[in-house]
């Protein structure tokens, strides 16, 4: 070699803080839990039984409609086998965890009402939301345009004081010395977010409000929803999103498209606003360029088309939804919204049916790309790592089984986890 060590020794100075650099912005996934998706419910239609009453409406309606395999296999547009491997742990899901990620919201569903409506909502809200036993959870506020702005701060405020009352612990929290904590899994979502300097400052409130509150710095994270193309696409033209990340200042935990408000704002008639509108399809692909390597979750948005009336029109919004939600899956977006308790039978049972067609590849290509044997398709770290997050994420929202996965796959399911994990780069 013609190079010394002191070349080598020059290249590492000369990048460290660019390593570093990379290493803060884009530390890798988590590994953690993303929940399939979000319920949004009213703050004046929110009490602890909605979880409850939503799992027996979805409940009710998969037996009266969908009773076997071969009604399921046609709604969902799978094959009737592994409609019968969805069906009982649809059953299971909607009886035991209908909801796993359920947000009040005090924004476009909850209006404009009397500040005292919207403070004693706020805290009966925070005081019911407590009480359950969620894997996540929030509120949606107002957002910070000038109109609405003190009264986002207000809600807020208030939510949190509803729920950290007298210092008790919730459900996934713990006490600290002088404090609560939040329960696991609570985010807010700041909505109709147009620069990126209200980022900044949300991120600056959310710690004035850990210190007012007796939180942990860096407890209260965040949600951006882009409902405005100003999320995307700023005034000078640089991508605004990739800012707003570094705005959140480490708070932001995801990023939720919002179907018809960013749609309008680009002028798409209202019969052709959709999560499959090209539209949707470049801003959630710029979120997800932007979120990638950082940790941060992206959520899909939701389909007003709801499964309610006739059972022809039920069945024809289920078969739209799980479309949608298999269309969102196959791109990358592993969760979205749910406006209605009927949305659960299409939610999971597309989500389940995905990941249960998935995994005999996956399982297949894993094992064998652990075992030196590339088969009939030359693997790598990264498509390993593929196949690692479709098993781990199947397992996380309950459609697969960790003794059946580990055994397919030949591998324990910790190593998935850590496949999962693994930082590219």
């Known amino acids: 070699m013609a190079l010394d060590a002191s070349a ?45 009453d939503w799992g027996a409406h979805a409940l009710a309606a998969l037996t009266e409609r969908l009773p076997d395999a071969a009604a399921l296999a046609d709604v969902l547009g799978v094959p009737t086998p592994i409609a019968a491997e969805v069906l009982p742990r649809l059953r299971s899901k909607l009886a035991t965890e209908p909801i796993e990620d359920l947000r009040v919201d005090f924004e476009d569903g909850y209006g404009a009402r009397p500040d005292a409506e919207e403070d004693a909502a706020a805290v009966a809200a925070a005081q019911a939301l407590g009480t359950l036993q969620l894997p996540f959870r929030g509120l949606r506020c107002k957002s910070l345009e000038p109109s609405t702005r003190r009264r986002a701060i207000r809600t807020l405020d208030l939510f949190l004081g509803g729920m950290l009352a007298g210092g008790a612990v919730l459900p996934g929290g713990a006490l600290l010395t002088g404090g609560a904590v939040l329960p696991a899994g609570f985010v807010v979502t700041l909505p109709k977010v147009t620069h990126v300097g209200q980022v900044s400052a949300f991120a600056g409130l959310c710690a004035e409000l850990e210190k007012a509150h007796g939180l942990a710095g860096g407890e209260l994270r965040f949600e951006i929803q882009v409902e405005t193309p100003q999320t995307i696409l700023a005034a000078d033209g640089t991508a605004a999103i990739a800012r707003m990340l570094r705005a959140g200042a480490g708070r932001v935990a995801g990023l939720h498209y919002g179907t018809y408000d960013y749609s309008a704002a680009c002028g798409v008639a209202a019969p052709y606003q959709s999560l499959a509108h090209p539209v949707a399809d470049h801003a959630k692909a710029v979120l997800l360029l932007a979120a990638a390597g950082t940790g941060v979750a992206v959520s899909d948005g939701s389909t007003n088309v709801l499964p309610v009336g006739p059972a022809a029109a039920v069945l024809d919004a289920w078969r739209l939804h799980a479309r949608l939600v298999r269309r969102s899956l196959e791109r990358a977006y592993y969760q979205g919204w749910d406006l209605h308790p009927g949305q659960l039978v299409s939610r999971y049972g597309a989500t389940y049916a995905f990941y249960r ?67 590219i780069g």
């Open 357 to 423: 067609e998935g995994m005999p590849e996956a399982c297949e290509r894993l094992r064998g790309y652990l075992a030196n044997s590339a088969g009939g398709v030359l693997d790598e770290p990264a498509t390993a790592q593929g196949m690692a997050s479709l098993l781990v994420r199947g397992l996380h929202c309950g459609a697969l089984d960790a003794d059946e996965v580990s055994e397919r796959a030949g591998v324990p399911v910790q190593m998935l986890h850590e496949l999962f994990r693994r930082r």
């Open 8 to 52: 080598y020794a020059r290249l590492d100075e000369a990048l460290a803080e660019v390593d570093a650099e990379l290493a803060r912005d884009y530390p890798g996934t988590t590994g953690n839990r993303q929940p399939v998706h979000t319920a949004y419910v009213p703050a004046d239609r929110f009490t602890a039984e909605l979880p409850r």
